[in-house]
């Protein structure tokens, strides 16, 4: 029966690194000598930057490892690590480095320069119940999660803006760029979840993850403040470049970082016995500590030729990573699952992909 099931789950990890635009041919053709022969010219600097979105250059990494999990009955208990990471340049910056500023009086803009990393350990104690709802529902529950999160190590950009402008006998240009670190800390939130089956055929699934959720960052805290400067008067001292770029770097005290309130919906349609098909939404309402708040919408199909031997195929649109294609497939024999997963991410061919993800989860059921 249900409240006797028990899951140990061993070995468990997720990882995801992803740019906006450069896959590994567009390294070898770019970024090595046999590819463009030493040097770029115009037209290939032009691909480049074409190349680039208009809301600048994009880079993340997840990391999530399972250190050990135990569920029994309705209860559970797991303990993980997590990192996230999300980091913006801003096109015009781009544009900027690679063809300088060739038309007079046209002013660059850095105001979307952006980022923010974490790390943290992480403690859940889940809870959940079972509810009678037969006029709507064969079987419906109902789930929440106590997070206790122990961080180890932050950095943000609070504020980063700066303009550059070349006219007839000045440079005009500044750049301020405010960031903040912090070690140790710890934070509290909730995961509240609700999942039916309808028809025997039909499941219905609803999360909010990173209710009221939040670090407050207690050790070695700093803010940083870059400012960068050069006017029509420091023009003609150009070779004293560095002296017009200042850093201050001073203590400050404890603050709080909130995770962003994520959204979940799933539904899932057993089209046979060993034939599945299930469609996922996923909205994060902040674009920060390593989340997007662009949409994500997910299919996927598992097909199990054999009850051992599950075999999973999906794809996703939109979110942080824009387009995924992926493959997994399971190992279930006696009480040992042994799943595995593996995408690409903005094509349908590993070198022609900007970014990789690959899962992988061990768990004995008994």
Do not use: C
């Amino acid at each position: 029966p249900y409240e006797n099931r028990m899951e140990l789950n061993l070995i468990g990890f997720n990882v995801n690194a992803a740019n906006s635009t450069l896959s590994i041919d567009d390294y070898k053709r770019y970024f090595t000598e046999s590819g463009h022969g030493g040097h770029w010219d115009e037209n290939e600097i032009d691909e480049l930057l074409e190349m680039i979105p208009e809301d600048g250059l994009d880079a993340s990494g997840d990391a999530h490892a399972n250190v050990l999990g135990i569920l029994f009955g309705r209860y559970g208990l797991s303990i993980q690590g997590i990192g996230k990471s999300l980091g913006v340049i801003p096109k015009s910056m781009l544009e900027l480095a690679l063809k300088g500023n060739q038309e007079k009086f046209k002013e660059f803009s850095f105001r979307d320069f952006d980022g923010d990393a974490f790390t943290a350990a992480k403690l859940s104690l889940s809870l959940s119940h079972p509810f009678k709802f037969k006029k709507f529902f064969e079987e419906f529950g109902i789930g929440l999660n106590v997070n206790y999160y122990m961080g180890i190590a932050m950095a943000e950009i609070t504020r980063a803006e700066g303009s550059m402008v070349t006219t007839d006998d000045a440079i005009v240009s500044s750049m301020d760029v405010i960031s903040r670190t912090g070690q140790g800390g710890s934070g509290f939130g909730l995961d509240f979840g609700a999942a039916g089956k309808i028809r025997k055929d039909w499941t219905v699934s609803m999360v909010l993850k990173n209710m009221f959720a939040g670090l407050t960052w207690t050790q070695n805290l700093e803010e940083n403040r870059t400012t960068f400067v050069i006017d029509s008067i420091t023009i003609d001292n150009f070779g004293e470049l560095d002296s017009l770029v200042s850093t201050t770097t001073y203590d400050i005290e404890e603050f709080t970082t909130r995770l962003p309130l994520v959204f979940h919906f799933g539904v899932a349609y057993d089209v046979r016995e060993n034939l599945k098909v299930a469609l996922d939404l996923e909205q994060a309402f902040e674009d920060k500590m390593g989340y997007s708040d662009k949409a994500q919408i997910a299919l996927g199909v598992e097909y199990k030729p054999t009850r051992t031997v599950p075999l999973r195929m999906g794809m996703s649109i939109g979110g942080k990573y824009k387009y995924l294609f992926g493959v997994g497939m399971g190992i279930h024999v006696g009480f040992v699952n042994l799943d595995l997963a593996y995408a690409i991410h903005q094509a349908m061919w590993p070198t022609k992909s900007t970014g990789y993800s690959a899962a992988a989860n061990l768990k004995f059921v008994f």
